[in-house]
């Protein structure tokens, strides 16, 4: 258990009301707010919603590339074996390989592009690291979808990461559509900590990765949400581009359309809030799901991949 007193105590055992985030969702403050790539209604939608969608933020040339990566990954044996790889309950495919930064270098530049970066630190008020990365796939009509959660809600208990000031970006691969299991959020549920009720058994990473169970907020506490803010599911072609808040509430549903659904997600945490001991009082999770060794801030990669004026139709909702 982590010395310092818990803000968001959960999974006790017991049902508890929700409450009222304690920390800010956009925390650069003052004149240095503007001191970044997002103007004004992008950062009050994303204090108001909890996320921000760019369509086309790459082209699909530029994402084109991983696909190749993922072949490949696919044919090495021993990457395949290891525990960073986690298969599909129901289809024995790949769902998804972690520490993707770690194992390609052309994941790593992405994780480093200076329009995603400085939009991660404008944000986060701060220098960031990457807590997580990993390549998510759906393959037609068998990739299983994952039930409602906040990312923070996990990342606190197991992991002990200590205040909500961390952003999840998920660049698509294939065009997310209706109907092949696109990324499903509450707007504005990220206003709000949501306790879940059941204790995290020892070594819960090894199911929870498979499918979501512990850490599920109650169906009353969603409901709730989703009358206040609604369910958006952003949906564009390959390249575009969402950003959302380590504890707005999100899920998807199964594939059920002939069409594979891939995206790219990283997860990009402020240096000022690195992790302590796992609040559920177990031990850490691997980390290749949360780095606690390789923390050094980003450096901005200075390569010059695609000028923001190549997508005149770049956008938020």
């Known amino acids: ?7 968001y105590v ?15 969702v956009v925390h650069t403050r003052n004149q240095a707010r503007w001191d970044g790539p997002l103007g004004e209604e ?79 630190r404008q944000l986060l008020g701060s220098d960031a690291y990457i807590h997580q990365s990993r390549i998510n796939d759906k393959f037609g009509f068998q990739g299983s979808g994952f039930n409602w959660h906040s990312d923070f809600e996990t990342w606190h208990s197991e992991d002990g990461m200590p205040r909500m000031r ?31 009720v059941q204790k995290t058994p020892d070594q819960n990473w090894k199911d929870s990765l498979k499918a979501q169970r512990v850490g599920v907020p109650e169906q009353e506490h969603l409901a709730w949400l989703a009358r206040r803010g ?34 790219l997600f990283f997860v990009y945490n402020s240096v000022d809030n690195v992790l ?5 009082g177990n031990k850490p999770r691997p980390d290749f799901l949360a780095a606690r060794e390789n923390i050094e801030p980003l450096a901005m990669n200075d390569a010059a991949f695609e000028p923001l004026a190549a997508h005149p139709d770049l956008k938020t909702i």
């Open 1 to 7: 258990m982590s010395d310092s007193q818990d803000e």
């Open 166 to 196: 961390a952003i999840s970006a998920s660049l698509m691969l294939t065009d997310n559509n209706e109907f092949n299991g696109p990324l499903m959020l509450i707007p504005g549920s990220h206003h709000y900590f949501v306790p879940a």
């Open 42 to 120: 992008a950062l009050s939608s994303y204090e108001r919603d909890g996320f921000l969608w760019f369509e086309g933020f790459f082209s699909e040339e530029r994402v084109e590339p991983f696909f190749d990566e993922l072949r490949n990954m696919a044919n090495d044996s021993e990457l395949m074996n290891s525990k960073r790889v986690i298969k599909d309950p129901e289809a024995d495919e790949i769902r998804s390989v972690f520490a993707m930064h770690e194992i390609s270098e052309r994941f790593s530049e992405l994780t480093r592009d200076p329009r995603i970066l400085g939009m991660i």
């Open 276 to 280: 302590t001991d796992p609040y559920c």
């Open 10 to 24: 959960t999974r006790t055992g017991e049902k508890q009301s929700i409450f009222p985030r304690r920390d800010p």
């Open 230 to 263: 609604g369910i958006q599911a952003p949906k564009g072609r390959p390249g575009s581009l969402l950003l959302f808040e380590c504890n707005t509430l999100h899920a998807s549903n199964q594939n059920m359309s002939p069409w594979p659904r891939s995206n």
